[in-house]
């Protein structure tokens, strides 16, 4: 079974800290994505990484960069954090290629910025 | 421009009646569907896809799902709803040759007892 785990379940941080959301895959899946999810707006992505230091904006990139220094490690990271990044942090993975477009989530992380 | 509406935001069934969730999609070409499931505190689980070939597709925990070109559906059923299937779907485009997915804004099953 794929499994995709994120370094925290929940996260409190305050305006203006620099936040690291960690995801870590262990099936050797090409591709690694951000989504935030907010009530309403569904999944929205942040960015997506294609290969270890490969990288593509999503949707809503502003406010957050990506990091990828190894394949089955994708980092999220919120360099100065605020009220309206409060939301549900979703990693997931998926295989390339036509044949493997599932992709397979985290547990999520929700990170409340006060 | 390529979309997903899922029309229900909240559906109420009581357990062991049927139930069917919504999905729309625009987009121009063949689509790759998912329906997804997310239960409480959880991220999401893969329900089903529909790739080409049979346009009834059955995933797991009983569900299925009908790809529907000319209404442009991809809706889910199931035939006896389970206390334990109260969670909120999402149904999700992945089209080809990028790897941007659309999802749609989700619907909440409560399930009664």
Redesign the interface.
């Known amino acids: 079974d794929v499994k995709?785990t994120q370094s925290s379940?929940y996260l409190v941080k305050r305006t203006g800290e620099k936040v690291f959301l960690e995801c870590v895959q262990d099936m050797d899946h090409e591709?690694m994505?951000w989504y935030r999810q907010d009530p309403?707006?569904?999944?929205?992505?942040i960015y997506?990484s294609?290969d270890v230091k490969m990288k593509?904006k999503?949707d809503i990139p502003e406010g957050y960069s990506v990091s990828r220094e190894k394949k089955e490690r994708f980092s999220l990271i919120l360099e100065s954090a605020s009220t309206n990044q409060t939301s549900m942090y979703?990693c997931?993975s998926?295989l390339m290629g036509?044949?493997s477009?599932?992709?397979?989530?985290?547990?999520?992380t929700r990170l409340t910025v006060t | 421009a390529q979309s997903v509406t899922q029309p229900d935001i909240h559906i109420t069934v009581s357990e062991g009646a049927s139930l069917e969730l919504r999905c729309n999609y625009s987009y121009g070409a063949t689509p790759y569907l998912f329906w997804y499931v997310q239960s409480p505190g959880q991220g999401l689980q893969l329900l089903l896809k529909y790739f080409s070939g049979d346009t009834l597709v059955q995933g797991i925990k009983g569900f299925e799902a009908e790809f529907k070109r000319s209404q442009s559906s991809f809706n889910l059923r199931k035939p006896s709803v389970h206390w334990s299937d109260a969670a909120e779907y999402f149904c999700a485009v992945g089209p080809s040759g990028t790897y941007k997915y659309i999802f749609g804004t989700g619907t909440r099953l409560k399930v009664l007892a």
């Open positions: 995709v379940r591709n994505f309403g707006l569904g999944l929205r992505l997506f294609y593509e999503g979703l997931a998926s036509q044949s477009y599932e992709q397979y989530f985290g547990p999520g």
